[in-house]
């Protein structure tokens, strides 16, 4: 994918596979892109069908944030929907349609399991990731904002696993993400029951991180999201490293990457402009370096 141009929102486009098939209004891209001051924002742009992901659109956001990870101009990426929604999951109308029956479950193993990258490279990419949640998040819509480092709710809007409502198991991470996130036994609850929640029992849940009233969640993300801009991007990168190993590793093995980080952290430039500006009684002017 192009870099997107600074500025307004940009429609992101692709060379179709062989294999997706044409939708409707498909001159209108189903993803839009912005990059502003070291933020790149990504739309969930279907509002015709409350952002639902379909396979185009799980193709250009899988390639959106291949290329933001390894992009310097791009220091943290928020992921959002189209007003009204956040994401509905996947799109269930065309899962029911004959055309999507008629391609072999291998290919279509094949396919969901690339695009389910999007949750993995929003989870492991090293930059902070944001998900701005204006709408309801169901299904691989709420998998994707539990992929993201930190999550921001409008009051108005509601969250579900919806996968057992429909027949299904679930994809994008939602069974690796939820019971981190709420532990095991309530996951099962929310999985198997698909149970519906406002934004105050996600809050009390710890799925999302805030909540605000109408407008303001923009305001709020827009100030969160400019602090993480500005911020300490390679110290970031190590954060996100640290943590990721962490479930894994040993107190010793956690101690040793630990302090390997720190020390890669002491030789950035950030860290020595910080340390100057902590001396001089100023604030620190991060360069991401």
Same mark, same amino acid.
Not at 120 to 127: C, D, S
Not at 225 to 232: D, H, R, S, T, V
């Given at each position: 994918?192009?870099?997107?141009?600074?500025?307004?929102?940009?429609?992101?486009?692709?060379?179709? !596979?062989?294999?997706? !098939?044409?939708?409707?209004?498909?001159?209108?891209?189903?993803?839009?892109?912005?990059?502003?001051?070291?933020?790149?924002?990504?739309?969930?742009?279907?509002?015709?069908?409350?952002?639902?992901?379909?396979?185009?659109?799980?193709?250009?956001?899988?390639?959106?944030?291949?290329?933001?990870?390894?992009?310097?101009?791009?220091?943290?990426?928020?992921?959002?929907?189209?007003?009204?929604?956040?994401?509905?999951?996947?799109?269930?109308?065309?899962?029911?349609?004959?055309?999507?029956?008629?391609?072999?479950?291998?290919?279509?193993?094949?396919?969901?399991?690339?695009?389910?990258?999007?949750?993995?490279?929003?989870?492991?990419?090293?930059?902070?990731?944001?998900?701005?949640?204006?709408?309801?998040?169901?299904?691989?819509?709420?998998?994707?904002?539990?992929?993201?480092?930190?999550?921001?709710?409008?009051?108005?809007?509601?969250?579900?696993?919806?996968?057992?409502?429909?027949?299904?198991?679930? =994809?994008?991470?939602?069974?690796?993400?939820?019971?981190?996130?709420?532990?095991?036994?309530?996951?099962?609850?929310?999985?198997?029951?698909?149970?519906?929640?406002?934004?105050?029992?996600?809050?009390?849940?710890?799925?999302?991180?805030?909540?605000? =009233?109408?407008?303001?969640?923009?305001?709020?993300?827009?100030?969160?999201?400019?602090?993480?801009?500005?911020?300490?991007?390679?110290?970031?990168?190590?954060?996100?490293?640290?943590?990721?190993?962490?479930?894994?590793?040993?107190?010793?093995?956690?101690? =040793?990457?630990?302090?390997?980080?720190?020390?890669?952290?002491?030789?950035?430039?950030?860290?020595?402009?910080?340390?100057?500006?902590?001396?001089?009684?100023?604030?620190?002017?991060?360069?991401?370096?």
């Amino acid at each position: 994918m192009p870099r997107p141009p600074p500025g307004a929102l940009w429609q992101v486009t692709m060379t179709a !596979p062989a294999e997706m !098939p044409a939708a409707p209004g498909e001159g209108i891209s189903p993803l839009l892109a912005g990059l502003v001051d070291g933020t790149l924002t990504l739309v969930l742009n279907r509002p015709e069908a409350r952002n639902a992901l379909d396979a185009r659109m799980g193709e250009l956001l899988l390639e959106a944030l291949e290329a933001a990870q390894h992009d310097p101009a791009v220091r943290v990426v928020v992921l959002t929907g189209a007003p009204g929604a956040f994401c509905a999951g996947g799109d269930v109308k065309a899962m029911a349609n004959a055309a999507h029956e008629a391609v072999q479950p291998a290919q279509r193993n094949r396919a969901l399991r690339r695009r389910s990258e999007a949750a993995r490279l929003l989870h492991e990419m090293p930059k902070p990731t944001v998900a701005m949640i204006g709408g309801a998040a169901a299904g691989a819509g709420l998998a994707l904002a539990l992929a993201c480092d930190l999550r921001l709710m409008a009051r108005s809007a509601r969250l579900s696993t919806a996968f057992a409502r429909v027949g299904l198991s679930g =994809d994008y991470g939602i069974t690796y993400f939820l019971p981190r996130i709420v532990g095991e036994a309530r996951a099962r609850e929310l999985l198997f029951l698909s149970t519906s929640l406002s934004a105050d029992e996600a809050l009390a849940a710890g799925l999302v991180h805030q909540v605000h =009233d109408g407008d303001a969640l923009e305001a709020a993300s827009s100030r969160l999201i400019a602090q993480l801009a500005q911020g300490p991007t390679l110290a970031y990168a190590h954060i996100k490293r640290a943590l990721l190993a962490s479930g894994q590793a040993s107190l010793g093995s956690q101690l =040793d990457l630990e302090t390997a980080l720190q020390v890669l952290s002491q030789s950035t430039l950030d860290h020595h402009e910080a340390a100057r500006a902590f001396v001089e009684k100023r604030p620190a002017r991060f360069l991401g370096a």
